[in-house]
C-alpha cells in the first residue's frame, strides 16, 4: 500500500512529530511525506521517503504566509508547489491521502490542496481513500460560524473519514466544532499518538551526563520555541533560588525555532549544572531521566509527559484555548499542575518546582495513547474491507462515535 502524507509545519514542530510517529507506525507500507516548512533534523524510517515543497512558514502573527527565499515571490513560490503536489499524485498513485489538520486550520494552503481534492473527487487523480487528520482540541476562529460551514462543506464533498488524534474521555472535538453534527462521513478517536520511551531511557541518559541517584534532573522546553522565551528565562531565574540547587542539574531545550538573540540571552545567563541547547531527537528520554518537566503545553510535549509520566509544570501558550483547555483537564485528574502569567516569577516559580521535585510518587492517568498504532490499524483495515482499484474516491459507512 502507497500512502500519501500531507504535513505542513509552518510555526512549530508539534504536527510534523505527530505526523511522523503515524509515518512510523505505517511500518509495511510506503509512505510519503509531503513537507515544506523549516528543517527540522528528523529520523526518517526506511520505508519513508520525504518530498519537500519549497519553503513556506507562517508569520508570528499568524496572519500571512512568506518563504525563506529570497529569489522568488510568494506567487511564484505558491505555483511551483502547486504544480509539484499535483505532479507527485500523477507519479506515484496513491492508495490514501492523509492530509494533517486540514481543512480544520491551514486554509492558507487551500491553494494547492483542494485542485488535488476536486481531480481525486473527479477521477483526474488516482488515490482511493482521503482522509483528514486531526488533533483533540480546534483553535478557534474569529469568524467561527463561515469556517465551521466552510471546514464541513469540504469534509463531506472531497473526505472518506476524519481521524481525531484523541481519546474522548480528555477531549472530544464536538467541544471544539459547533457543525460536528453537520459532518456526513465518519469520525473515529484513534487515542492520543506519542512514542513510547525504551525501558532503559532514564537510566541511559543520567549515565551518560553522570546525574546521581540522589541528584535532581530538571528539563526545561518550549516545543518549537517561536513562543517560548518567558517561561525559559522564569526558569533560569528560578533555578538560582531552588531549596536544593547543589543536588539539581538543569537542561534547556529552546526548541529550534527561538529567536537567536533570545537563545544567546539564555545562554548567556546559564550558570554551573546548566545546560541550553536548542534541539534533540532524543527528548523523550530526558524527560523518561527527569525529576520534573517545566514547560509549555502543546499537544506533543504534554502527551511525552503522560507516555513518561515524569511530574509536571506547565504554561499553556496564553493566545489560544487548545493548551489551556488541555492542560487545565489534565491537572484535574492530577497528571501535571497549570502554571499561570503570575507563577512566572522567579521567587515564586522556584517554590513551585521544589514542591514538585519533592513528590513521592509519578502520576499515572488512564488516557488512550496508542494513537499512532491504531491510525496504522484503522487505514490497514479499511484497505483490507474494500480493496483500492483507484477509480476515485470511496465512500464508507458513517458509523457512531
Keep these: 500500500m502507497k500512502i ?87 507519479r506515484e498513485k496513491p492508495d490514501v491521502f492523509l492530509i494533517e489538520l486540514y481543512p480544520f486550520g491551514r486554509k492558507a494552503f487551500r491553494f494547492e490542496l483542494d485542485p488535488v481534492l476536486q481531480a481525486v473527487d473527479d477521477k483526474r487523480l488516482p488515490c482511493g481513500l482521503v482522509v483528514c487528520s486531526v488533533r483533540d482540541i480546534l483553535v478557534e476562529k474569529e469568524d467561527r460560524d463561515k469556517h465551521e460551514s466552510r471546514v464541513v462543506k469540504t469534509l463531506n464533498g472531497y473526505f ?115 545546560q541550553v541547547t536548542r534541539f534533540t531527537t532524543d527528548f523523550l528520554s530526558y524527560l523518561a531521566a527527569a525529576d520534573l518537566s517545566v514547560s509549555m503545553g502543546g499537544y506533543n510535549t504534554t502527551m511525552n509527559i503522560l507516555s513518561t509520566g515524569v511530574p509536571a509544570l506547565v504554561w499553556p501558550f496564553p493566545q489560544n484555548r487548545e493548551q489551556r483547555l488541555r492542560a487545565g483537564r489534565l491537572a484535574d485528574m492530577g497528571a501535571l499542575r497549570v502554571l499561570e502569567d503570575e507563577d512566572l516569577h522567579p521567587d515564586r516559580l522556584a517554590v513551585i518546582m521544589d514542591q514538585w521535585i519533592s513528590r513521592s510518587t509519578r502520576p499515572t492517568v488512564n488516557i488512550n495513547l496508542n494513537g499512532a498504532a491504531n491510525t496504522a490499524k484503522w487505514v490497514e483495515n479499511q484497505i483490507k474491507a474494500q480493496p483500492l482499484r483507484h477509480e476515485g474516491r470511496r465512500w464508507l459507512k458513517k458509523r457512531p462515535i
Design 160 to 274: 472518506n473519514a476524519v481521524l481525531v488524534h484523541a481519546d474522548p474521555q480528555l477531549a472530544n472535538i464536538s467541544e471544539t466544532l459547533d457543525h460536528f453534527d453537520l459532518i456526513a462521513i465518519p469520525v473515529d478517536y484513534t487515542g492520543y499518538i506519542t512514542p513510547k520511551p525504551s525501558p532503559d531511557a532514564g537510566k541511559r541518559i543520567r549515565k551518560q551526563w553522570k546525574i546521581g541517584e540522589n541528584e535532581i534532573l530538571i528539563i526545561a522546553s518550549a516545543g518549537g520555541g517561536n513562543v517560548g522565551a518567558p517561561i525559559l528565562e522564569s526558569v533560569l531565574r528560578a533555578f538560582g533560588r531552588l531549596g536544593m540547587k547543589s543536588r539539581c542539574h538543569l537542561k534547556v531545550f529552546t526548541g529550534p525555532f527561538l529567536d537567536q538573540n533570545d537563545f544567546d540571552r539564555l545562554t548567556k545567563s546559564a550558570g554551573n549544572n546548566v
Design 4 to 90: 500519501i502524507q500531507y504535513c505542513q509545519h509552518v510555526l512549530g514542530i508539534g504536527h510534523l512529530f505527530r505526523s511522523l510517529e503515524i509515518c512510523r507506525a505505517l511500518c509495511d507500507h510506503e509512505v510519503i511525506l509531503v513537507t515544506g516548512g523549516p528543517r527540522v533534523a528528523t529520523d526518517l524510517p526506511e520505508h519513508v521517503r520525504e518530498v519537500r515543497l519549497p519553503d513556506l512558514q507562517m508569520n508570528r502573527e499568524f496572519k500571512g504566509l512568506f518563504s525563506s527565499r529570497k529569489n522568488a515571490g510568494l506567487d511564484q513560490i505558491k505555483e511551483e508547489r502547486q504544480k509539484r503536489l499535483f505532479g507527485l499524485f500523477e
